[in-house]
């Protein structure tokens, strides 16, 4: 699978007027495109930050979605008055999706490593890192990691039910991310948290 990320900045006394728009409209756009298999939507209202990503059953459907869509994306994200990067990754290792609203929290890590250790890096969170969470994280709804083989750039994402559940994570999480990152001999590049808007991950056969 593939996601496509939008990274949003701007005015925070306008974020909320985005959300609406983006909630109103977004699941209906994406939704009735051929292979769409997710979206998130993900706010730190206080900073003036979007973040949000649609997933893809294929890198050609992630490009035909990006063609039809990209105008009224933009038109959607005008309110916000700001930056916009939009960027497209393969999913090398995910949790089942869970479900989860407002109230629960969103953890963002970028990482730059070697490319050549993409696949080991998979091969740890999927094997290491999200059994923990799935058996031991208080409210952990789902995980994925992301990346851009070209460049070795990764990013992962973690979601926990509530502010409770989110907040007694960091410390754990914490040490098993500077464990991983050291292993691979990566670099970490940001460590961000979100207010969870709108998660949409339904199941799909072999995902």
Request: negative net charge.
């Amino acid at each position: 699978m593939f996601v496509r990320t939008v990274y949003a900045t701007g005015h925070p006394d306008r974020i909320e007027q985005t959300l609406d728009n983006l909630r109103t409209e977004a699941l209906a756009l994406l939704t009735g495109r051929p292979g769409y298999r997710g979206y998130g939507l993900f706010a730190d209202r206080t900073l003036g930050k979007i973040t949000m990503g649609s997933w893809w059953e294929s890198a050609e459907a992630e490009r035909d979605s990006d063609a039809a869509l990209s105008e009224r994306r933009r038109e959607l994200l005008a309110p916000l008055g700001g930056t916009v990067t939009i960027d497209v990754w393969e999913v090398v290792a995910t949790a089942p999706p869970g479900a989860a609203g407002p109230g629960a929290g969103f953890r963002l890590t970028r990482t730059d490593l070697d490319p050549t250790k993409v696949d080991e890096a998979a091969g740890i969170f999927r094997d290491r890192v999200l059994p923990v969470l799935e058996k031991e994280a208080a409210g952990f709804v789902t995980g994925a990691m992301l990346a851009d083989r070209a460049t070795g750039r990764l990013s992962v994402g973690a979601i926990f039910a509530d502010q409770e559940s989110f907040e007694a994570s960091r410390g754990p999480t914490a040490d098993a991310r500077a464990q991983a990152v050291a292993a691979l001999g990566g670099t970490l590049r940001s460590l961000e948290e979100f207010d969870v808007v709108l998660l949409d991950r339904p199941e799909h056969p072999g995902q």
